[in-house]
T-cell receptor
């Protein structure tokens, strides 16, 4: 179990630029989640995948956000035309199975800073 | 929708003091409940969980009991250590759909030597 890996750890970009983050889940985990965490708050759900299918998206996920999980392995989260309000920590988590009692394993996150 | 409310921090305690962090939830159905911890500079880690009413989760001296009648899942530890300084998040996992996790805002704990 090598844990959930996220890349990059920190991204600094200018407003209006596009950014892409990568998440590598624990290899046998079929579910993958993206969350956003701002200072002083708990993580907020953005979207999740079961295998390669994206099954739910939060209203927080505007049209500028897109996520993929080709082949049900790693996932990418892209933000187009970044805005100041996108500055946050983006967390990826994965879990195994189809039951609510399975805890999610979190990566260390990607911190996005918009200049 | 489902939600989690936990006591605001920061909480500052002396070493060996008793800790309680309150957490209440609203949910449809019977969610699983979790406490996650985030140590300085590290990612979220599962601390303990409980999956049904009256279950007690425990780990590293921390305990929490799933109280359906009061919709609560308070975190307790009998004697805190400096190394327990961290942010603690109460969370629930929805019982339908994607089982996404709903988090509270977090409670920062400082333990003084």
């Amino acid at each position: 179990d090598t844990g959930v890996s996220q890349d990059p750890r920190h991204k600094i970009t200018k407003r209006g630029q596009n950014v892409t983050f990568r998440c590598d889940p624990i290899s046998e985990h079929n579910r993958l989640y993206w969350y956003r965490q701002t200072l002083g708050q708990g993580p907020e759900f953005l979207t999740y995948f079961q295998n390669e299918a994206q099954l739910e998206k939060s209203r927080l996920l505007s049209d500028r956000f897109s996520a993929e999980r080709p082949k049900g392995s790693f996932s990418t989260l892209e933000i187009q035309r970044t805005e100041q309000g996108d500055s946050a920590m983006y967390l990826c988590a994965s879990s195994l199975g189809s039951y609510s009692n399975q805890p999610q394993h979190f990566g260390d996150g990607t911190r996005l800073s918009i200049l | 929708g489902d939600s989690v409310t936990q006591m605001e921090g920061p909480v500052t305690l002396s070493e060996e003091a008793f800790l309680t962090i309150n957490c209440t939830y609203t949910a449809t159905g019977y969610p699983s409940l979790f406490w996650y911890v985030q140590y300085p500079g590290e990612g979220l880690q599962l601390l303990l969980k409980a999956t049904k009413a009256d279950d007690k989760g425990s780990n590293k001296g921390f305990e929490a009991t799933y109280r359906k009648e009061t919709t609560s899942f308070h975190l307790e530890k009998g004697s805190v250590q400096v190394s327990d300084s961290a942010v603690y998040f109460c969370a629930l996992s929805e019982t339908t759909g994607g089982f996404k996790t709903i988090f509270g805002a977090g409670t920062r704990l400082f333990v003084k030597a």
